[in-house]
């Protein structure tokens, strides 16, 4: 028996590897549709949205590159779609070079669903823009400066959405999706106070101990934080997509972690107490 | 046709109304700022049933009779603005410039029918509201609410340079071991025994992010010592900015060794400026050329837990050092020894063992005990409700 | 005079910079927004730096036959090709660029790259929550119950689990963040005047 517990002590990582593949694999090929309930941060970022009034404009900050697509995509299609839902326009911007098409792939995907949205005056995306903090402090003053085309190469002046668009006054809320450096804690250090934004935030997870303080001080009206939070917010839109699949993936992947930690304790225990015997 | 008359008599009835209806403007310069804003408040508007607020508006003026020209399109329950003119537009507001402000509301009839709102945007009625004014946007030349932070800087600085004299001055000052910095000689050494090269990643920020700058500092101390030992040293970069600061660098290192011929330009490798193709080209470097010792220190993100991972695969001892909290976990896991926020700012003081930087050292406990006493004499005071001492600090 | 010029350009914009946070008129607020400007500029024109030294390096290894030298030029070859069909085609949807190089390569390989992060996790957990000490049995239990809390499992167990988790999160965990930044944030400060004033001068090289 103490030969087993000697062998999972020194477990191959390759089979480490194997069991999160499995876990994480099944699920998303045979979902077994884990109940969600929302915590405070989602209900409040939904709360948030559905505060506005109908026809509202909002910014959309997607601040992210496809390598954290599986994270931080299917929010931003959630999102969208409840804005959508709503009535509310969207302007959509990003301060990673790689994020602008994640804006224009959203936004297809939910425009199949809501086939009657039209670019220029439903929603409009501005593209890429170097210069991060700068970026930020300067569509305080003016968005068209900032912008002066969008990611079409389309003048800012000839977008019907955007004539009624001046800086972030315009807006009813901006949304920052991000996943590190330039993202929400820049939104929050150089524009939330100092431009008085109602501010939300969708990042994640590993950010959530860092953003939890902006949450809780209030600089953040609401947050979304990884998949889990993607996944509560789908449940509480109505519309179970790309992160309620993915968070039975993740759910069993965490059990998969917590039982390799309990199980290489125990083997670490077992072969001390045997080499200790000896 | 009735209907017709019901809603000119209910315009009139609005008109009259309204136009003897002070909407309580006031307009401020904003303090503490660069001259260029005016805050601007008012009660809310009055919306009567079957009445729809079409616009409103912003409106200011250089002369108080006129002629006004827009500001900017309001919601119907906003009740402030900042008329900021920072974007220098030619109709912008313009500092120590007397202006004049008003609102502007555009009354329309509207019938519900269902759940949709009908709006008669043909008939309406413009409302303005008292015209306020003179005023100026004045810019300052001090920010009060900034004067603290002056005055902290201050006596920090103080206290470097007192400190950096005593040391200079053959004081000697006891500095506590940290681990991973003593282990850097070991790292080193172990390449050395090996025949292998040192691998140091500077992390993924440009040259204006303080963790980068400090990483540079290290990255000259380690090149120094790898020089001496004659081991070659690899630098891959995310960021472009960094190549010449970071050759810059590692020659710098090389000839305080006095082995000029150590620096190996090829060495110092720009990668890509994207995360996970940086993060797959130093994976391959530390799977190719095997290095002894990898050296994560600066600011890192997602790619942390996969370096350093790469690296433990590859038997090398791993040292990292970052102040962003978030990464510090992985790091703890993956790497024989991690330096933690401040212990990784003041590595290059620990490892050149300079007497004034190691003065500096002394300055920032000085320092960290006052910010200790700060917050607990902030909290007790806070508990008691007591908040003049909390608002001292406060900054604008 | 290698080391002078470039200390009194350290200091003498380290000083403005610290200055201009204090005094907000627009005559001075305006040279700092110029200096942000020039950075951000520098900044972007240091891509081409960035391209020249990739050239350089892999250029060199491929020519000469070097260790690996096929590597270098699936590096040139896919640098010179985004490069070109990103300037030429351009990157709307529709393009080359947008269709085939972001979505078709770059997407999934980037994916793939942060989906190792799974496998890493796994393997870094299980080496390293090894229980030698109390406190290393207070770090493995809270990653253990913040890990179930994070999932719907843990609401399974026990209703309130999810609220304290936040509490672990909110409390002792922002304690301990918010010490190792006040410590950063005071190192970043002394780093900053150690330069800005010259203590500190081994970035300056060891040339005269």
Redesign the interface.
């Given at each position: 028996m103490s030969s087993v517990w000697t062998k999972i002590n020194h477990?191959d990582?390759r089979w480490?590897?194997l069991?999160?593949?499995l876990a994480?694999a099944l699920p998303l090929i045979l979902p077994i549709n884990?109940?969600?309930?929302p915590?405070?941060p989602v209900m409040s970022f939904y709360k948030a949205i559905e505060s506005i009034?109908k026809g509202s404009i909002v910014l959309i900050s997607n601040d992210y590159?496809?390598?954290?697509?599986?994270?931080l995509y299917p929010m931003t299609e959630a999102v969208l779609y409840h804005l959508f839902k709503r009535n509310c326009r969207v302007v959509m911007l990003s301060l990673f070079?790689?994020g602008p098409?994640m804006s224009?792939?959203a936004v297809?995907r939910v425009t199949e669903d809501l086939p009657n949205l039209q670019y220029g005056t439903d929603f409009v995306n501005l593209g890429y823009k170097?210069?991060r903090e700068?970026v930020l402090v300067e569509m305080?003053?003016?968005i068209r400066?900032a912008f002066p085309k969008d990611?079409?190469?389309i003048p800012y002046d000839s977008i019907a959405l955007l004539k009624?668009v001046?800086?972030y006054?315009s807006f009813a809320l901006v949304i920052s999706i991000s996943?590190?450096?330039p993202g929400t804690k820049e939104y929050v250090q150089y524009a939330q106070g100092r431009f008085n934004l109602k501010l939300l935030a969708g990042a994640?997870?590993?950010?959530?101990?860092?953003y939890?303080?902006y949450y809780?001080s209030g600089q953040l009206s609401g947050m979304l934080t990884g998949i889990?939070g993607a996944a509560e917010y789908e449940e509480l839109i109505g519309r179970r997509a790309l992160a309620a699949k993915a968070?039975d993936a993740?759910?069993i992947?965490?059990?998969?972690?917590?039982l390799?930690?309990?199980?290489?304790?125990v083997a670490?225990f077992v072969t001390k107490g045997k080499k200790n015997h000896e | 046709m009735f209907q017709r008359i019901l809603i000119a008599l209910l315009l009139i009835f609005l008109v009259s109304v309204s136009y003897s209806r002070d909407l309580g403007l006031i307009a401020r310069d904003v303090p503490n700022d660069a001259g260029f804003a005016i805050r601007l408040n008012w009660q809310p508007i009055p919306i009567p049933p079957n009445i729809h607020i079409h616009r409103f508006y912003l409106e200011r003026g250089v002369q108080p009779e006129g002629p006004f020209q827009k500001v900017?399109?309001l919601?119907s329950d906003d009740t402030s603005?900042?008329d900021?003119g920072?974007?220098r537009?030619p109709n912008s507001l313009k500092p120590n410039t007397n202006v004049w402000y008003r609102l502007k509301i555009e009354y329309a009839m509207a019938f519900r029918q269902g759940d949709s709102l009908l709006v008669d945007t043909l008939n309406r009625v413009i409302v303005s509201s008292e015209t306020v004014g003179p005023v100026q946007a004045k810019p300052s030349w001090v920010n009060p609410k900034r004067l603290i932070v002056i005055f902290l800087i201050t006596i920090y600085f103080l206290l470097i340079l007192f400190f950096t004299r005593r040391a200079r001055k053959g004081l000697s000052l006891f500095v506590r071991k940290i681990a991973g910095l003593s282990a850097l000689d070991e790292a080193i050494g172990r390449a050395t025994e090996m025949g292998k090269p040192v691998l140091y990643c500077p992390g993924s920020?440009g040259v204006d992010n303080i963790q980068t700058i400090a990483s540079m500092i290290i990255l000259t101390e380690v090149s120094r010592r790898t020089a001496e030992y004659d081991v070659p040293i690899i630098v891959p970069l995310m960021s472009a900015f960094v190549v010449p600061v970071a050759e810059e660098a590692v020659r710098s290192g090389a000839l305080n060794a006095g082995r000029p011929d150590a620096f190996q330009p090829d060495n110092i490798r720009f990668l890509s400026?994207?995360?996970?193709a940086y993060t797959a080209g130093v994976s391959g470097i530390m799977l190719r050329e095997r290095p002894a010792a990898n050296l994560f220190m600066g600011?890192f993100?997602?790619e942390s837990l996969i370096l350093s991972e790469v690296g433990f695969?590859t038997g090398a001892i791993q040292i990292a050092g970052t102040s962003n909290?978030?990464?510090l976990p992985f790091f703890v896991v993956a790497c024989d020894y991690t330096l933690i926020g401040e212990e990784y700012f003041a590595a290059s003081s620990y490892i050149s063992k300079d007497p004034g930087l190691l003065g500096t050292l002394k300055g920032t406990d000085w320092i960290k005990i006052f910010t200790i006493a700060v917050i607990v004499i902030g909290a007790i005071l806070e508990t008691f409700g007591l908040t003049g001492f909390t608002k001292l600090f406060e900054i604008q | 005079m290698k080391r002078e010029i470039p200390l009194a350009i350290l200091l003498i914009t380290g000083l403005f910079m610290i200055f201009q946070y204090f005094v907000p008129h627009y005559a001075i607020s305006d040279i700092a927004s110029k200096i942000?400007?020039w950075a951000?500029i520098i900044?972007?024109g240091a891509a081409l730096l960035g391209i020249a030294n990739l050239l350089r390096v892999s250029l060199d290894q491929a020519i000469a036959r070097k260790q690996d030298w096929m590597y270098k030029w699936v590096v040139i070859v896919s640098l010179v090709v985004t490069g070109v069909s990103g300037i030429v085609g351009g990157i709307?949807?529709g393009t080359f660029f947008?269709d085939m190089i972001?979505?078709h390569m770059?997407?999934?390989m980037?994916?793939t790259?942060?989906?190792t992060l799974?496998?890493f996790?796994?393997?870094a957990?299980?080496?390293a929550?090894?229980?030698r000490s109390w406190q290393a049995w207070l770090l493995?239990c809270t990653?253990?119950l913040v890990?179930?809390g994070?999932?719907?499992?843990g609401?399974?167990i026990w209703g309130d689990f999810?609220q304290f988790v936040?509490w672990i999160?909110?409390v002792p965990?922002?304690v301990a963040?918010?010490a190792i930044l006040i410590g950063a944030a005071l190192g970043a400060v002394a780093t900053g005047l150690k330069m800005i004033f010259g203590i500190e001068r081994s970035w300056l090289g060891g040339g005269d």
């Open positions: 477990l990582k480490i590897y069991f999160v593949l994480v884990l109940p969600l309930s915590s405070g009034p590159d496809p390598g954290s697509k599986a994270e070079p790689a098409p224009e792939r297809a170097d210069g700068a305080g003053r003016s400066s990611y079409r190469g009624e001046e800086n006054s996943v590190g450096y994640a997870a590993v950010s959530v101990p860092e939890s303080a809780n889990s968070i993740q759910a992947g965490h059990m998969v972690i917590i390799l930690i309990v199980l290489g304790n670490w | 900017t399109d919601k603005y900042v900021d920072s974007n537009n920020q400026e994207e995360q996970f600011a993100f997602a695969s909290v978030h990464q | 942000q400007q951000i900044t972007s709307e949807p947008n972001y979505f770059y997407t999934p980037a994916s790259m942060y989906a799974a496998f996790i796994a393997s957990a299980f080496r929550f090894r229980v493995a990653a253990l890990m179930l994070r999932i719907p499992f609401k399974m999810p936040d999160m909110n965990n922002t963040q918010r």
